[in-house]
């Protein structure tokens, strides 16, 4: 690929030119760990934004800064921006306030000889007639409300195939596909739908999970949904939640998966005495998760959003078992990028339960990352607590500070050994945790 240059010409960062090599991800903004820093723009945030070079092409998203962006003088995200939905492909000649500095993006061999037209820029620039958004000094929050997971509503493209049924619209605000009984809605979201309904062939329960019609126009929703198809059909394991059928009725994919009569661990543990479990049951369908997990992990596949709301209950003669579920942003194990599927920050992975690398380096998919978020999730059926303080405060920097209260401090009666597990697994570099699920499924059982 050509020389990609991000020339800052106006701002505290006037003059310097930021090159984009050996990516294909860069992450801007003050914080150390940022491949190109910010440090001399007060206005600029913690994690600002992330340029991805890896399709032949150049794209960029807003990774929930307190200013946001604005590419080619629309304002995107921030607090008074466009919301987020997904990257932009931006080209030579395009240009990108952030914070309080002016970028502009040049490709070595388009357009080379364009004085002329960055003198212009500069100009426009001197007036303040580019500067549509006054900046304001990046604050201990950053866009809260924009850095949040949507995975609940994962959907996906790729294993779709042709269409198997009909949908048709009766008097009842429920669709109806061929060879599915609507019993009824379980939830609904920004990008997709879930119902309850019976299988015909089989007359078993089952989860039917569908795009909304509004979201099929959009390819991110689209790529992760098929995503989850995909990598939910591969899977076979009792603590994982299992397919039974896919198609596309009426151009809208849909995905039937098993019923889990318990409904989510986040509500479950919601309604119990004190808002948290006993240390019995927690570790039992603990060990339960990890054995899904570690599944996935002989499997080289990283799951990349453990957390309470991503692991259903079925009921059981003996009890609840836990199954992990929603597969969209399962990624292969990796250092790098691999599968060309970058998440983003909006949507890939969840704050309460997300590593400091996974903020950082987007590229990766590591067992490890996999182990601290269900670490967090124990941590949360044991005390009832999120692992991070958020209240007030920028969500990245609690998160890359790694700051966390210690389990004993909240659950003092807790086994020690059972709490070194924990604390182990929630170590803030990946290299000191265990390897992935399956060495922390044998310490902890060992502790227990």
């Known amino acids: ?16 030119n930021f090159q984009l090599d050996g990516g294909p991800a860069f992450i801007f903004g003050r914080y150390s760990r940022c491949h190109f820093r910010l440090t001399a723009d007060p206005a600029a945030s913690q994690l600002h934004f992330l340029m991805d070079i890896s ?7 807003d990774l929930g800064s307190t200013n946001g962006l604005v590419v080619n003088d629309v304002h995107y995200g921030g607090r008074f921006g466009k919301p987020i939905v997904d990257f932009l492909t931006i080209k030579h000649g395009d240009s990108v306030l952030a914070g309080g500095s002016f970028f502009r993006l040049n490709i070595e061999g388009e357009d080379d000889d364009d004085k002329a037209a960055i003198d212009a820029l500069k100009a426009a620039l ?7 958004v006054k900046p304001v000094r990046d604050r201990d929050f950053s866009g809260a409300s924009d850095f949040r997971s949507e995975s609940d509503d994962d959907k996906d493209r790729t294993a779709i195939g042709p269409s198997t049924g009909k ?6 605000r429920f669709p109806e596909i061929e060879g599915y009984v609507m019993l009824g809605r379980i939830g609904v979201g920004g990008r997709g739908a879930v119902y309850k309904v019976i299988k015909v062939d089989s007359g078993e329960k089952a989860a039917l ?19 989850e198809i995909k990598v939910t059909k591969q899977l076979d394991h009792p603590n994982i939640i299992r397919y039974l059928d896919n198609g596309v009725a009426n151009d ?8 889990a009569e318990g409904g989510n661990l986040d509500d479950y543990i919601r309604r119990s005495p004190d808002g948290r479990l006993d240390f019995g049951e927690a570790a039992t369908l603990f060990v339960e998760v990890l054995e899904g997990l570690a599944y996935m992990h002989e499997k080289s596949l990283v799951h990349k959003d453990v957390k309470p709301k991503n692991i259903l209950l079925a009921r059981g003669k003996d009890g609840m078992t836990a199954k992990l579920s929603d597969m969209g942003l399962t990624s ?6 691999v599968d060309n599927f970058l998440p983003l920050v909006a949507e890939g992975g969840t704050p309460a339960y997300m590593p400091p690398e996974q903020l950082v380096e987007f590229t990766q998919a590591l067992p490890q990352s996999d182990v601290f978020s269900a670490a967090a999730t124990f941590y949360q059926m044991l005390s009832g607590e999120l692992l991070y303080d958020f209240k007030g405060k920028d969500q990245a920097a609690v998160i890359l500070d790694g700051n966390i209260r210690p389990i004993l401090t909240l659950r003092p009666e807790l086994p020690g050994r059972t709490a070194e597990v924990i ?7 990946p290299e000191n945790r265990y390897a992935d699920a399956g060495e922390m499924l044998v310490a902890l059982r060992e502790a227990l």
């Not at 399709?55 to 998203?61: A, N, S, T």
């Not at 809208?252 to 019923?259: K, V």
């Not at 292969?332 to 990028?337: E, G």
């Open 1 to 16: 690929m050509a020389k990609i240059v991000m020339q800052c010409l106006s701002g505290p960062l006037a003059g310097q």
């Open 55 to 61: 399709e032949d092409r150049v794209r960029i998203v």
């Open 126 to 132: 001197d007036s303040g007639a580019k500067h549509l």
């Open 167 to 172: 949908m048709t619209e009766t008097g009842s």
């Open 209 to 227: 999970k569908m795009l909304l019609p509004k979201t099929i126009k959009k390819p991110r929703a689209v790529e992760v949904f098929s995503r």
């Open 252 to 259: 809208i994919p849909y995905l039937a998966l098993e019923f």
């Open 332 to 337: 292969r194990m990796s250092t790098n990028m």
């Open 423 to 429: 604390n182990k697994a929630l170590s803030y570099y």
